[in-house]
């Protein structure tokens, strides 16, 4: 089968089609035949390494070969114990565990897969586990009357989150690139801002919420843009922003009567699926702004990475 591999951290130069062999699926496992794989922040992350995290299971060298995590296609093999599917089943998830999908095969623990519903195409599928996940449990808290805000609003997660947040009756301000403020519009977004231009932690308006995709700032800049009894959670963002916020942030928040702290974003079916029913319902609208081929993963990774896609870029290997 042809995949797209890396042996070591690097830029996207570092990438190669290759032709290897298929996989075969261990207990618990299935072989799935790829129709589309999202990239998430995270495949930029563990192409080049960094943040540090992003090396968690391999210091020196790629922990997997073959990136690409968020996953929809037809059931080719299962292995033992598997109970929930079979062959020629369409299903999706994240499989963030064992990666693989840039490729024309991959393999997957059961636990990770859900059907895919009929009414989305697996490109739409594609779109959903992870930042689908990130996008619910952070914008959980939103209410009506709420003042939002969304840093790093217009990829996939952001994209979700301000449909979500505006959904539940809240005041919606979305952060990013001046090149996205009209796509940022055009989700919901009451509010936006080019982070280029101006700092929203120091600017007039305070928030009951800040869900931040990017986060690099010091603890007390974001503390100083929450509103007394606001919340602050980070998802993604350097290694020195999310210490703070883990550390220095969790007190210095208590003592002014406001929350800081890391989303720890609950994985799995169970924690997506609610939006892909909203998806499916025609509540929340996919957009994706492009979909490639496995010899242009390079090129797509670096437009995700380097902050140029509006909503989700997905591969399809054939």
């Known amino acids: 089968m042809r995949a797209v591999v890396h042996d070591r951290y690097g830029g996207p130069d570092v990438l190669r089609v290759?032709?290897?062999p298929t996989p075969s699926p261990a207990g618990g496992q299935v072989l799935l035949k790829v129709a589309a794989t999202s990239i998430n922040l995270s495949d930029w992350e563990g192409l080049r390494g960094s943040p540090f995290?992003?090396?968690?299971g391999g210091l020196r060298s790629p922990r997997r070969p073959t990136l690409g995590s968020d996953i929809a296609g037809l059931v080719e093999a299962v292995g033992t114990g598997v109970t929930r599917f079979r062959p020629g089943d369409e299903v999706y998830g994240d499989n963030l565990q064992l990666m693989g999908g840039f490729a024309e095969y991959a393999v997957a623990p059961e636990s990770a897969l859900a059907r895919k519903p009929t009414e989305l195409t697996f490109v739409e599928a594609s779109t959903i586990p992870q930042a689908g996940a990130i996008a619910l449990q952070g914008t959980a808290r939103a209410s009506a009357g709420c003042r939002v805000l969304i840093n790093g609003a217009g990829g996939g997660s952001g994209s979700f989150a301000i449909q979500l947040a505006k959904r539940r009756g809240a005041h919606v301000t979305a952060v990013d690139n001046a090149a996205?403020?009209?796509?940022?519009?055009?989700l919901g977004a009451d509010e936006v801002i080019d982070y280029r231009r101006d700092d929203f932690t120091r600017g007039p308006d305070r928030?009951?919420?800040?869900?931040?995709?990017?986060?690099?700032r010091s603890v007390f800049a974001y503390r100083r843009a929450l509103a007394p009894g606001g919340r602050y959670q980070c998802v993604g963002g350097s290694v020195r922003a999310l210490l703070r916020v883990l550390t220095i942030g969790a007190t210095a928040g208590l003592l002014t009567g406001r929350r800081l702290g890391v989303l720890a974003v609950k994985p799995g079916p169970a924690h997506f699926q609610p939006l892909t029913e909203l998806c499916v319902a025609g509540e929340v609208g996919i957009h994706v702004d492009r979909t490639c081929t496995l010899d242009?993963?390079?090129?797509?990774?670096?437009?995700?990475?380097e902050g140029r896609a509006l909503g989700k870029v997905v591969i399809v290997p054939t």
């Open 296 to 305: 242009e993963v390079p090129e797509a990774l670096a437009h995700v990475g």
């Open 53 to 56: 995290y992003a090396r968690l």
């Open 18 to 20: 290759e032709d290897v």
């Open 207 to 216: 928030y009951d919420l800040i869900l931040d995709l990017v986060a690099h």
């Open 180 to 186: 996205k403020l009209d796509y940022l519009r055009s």
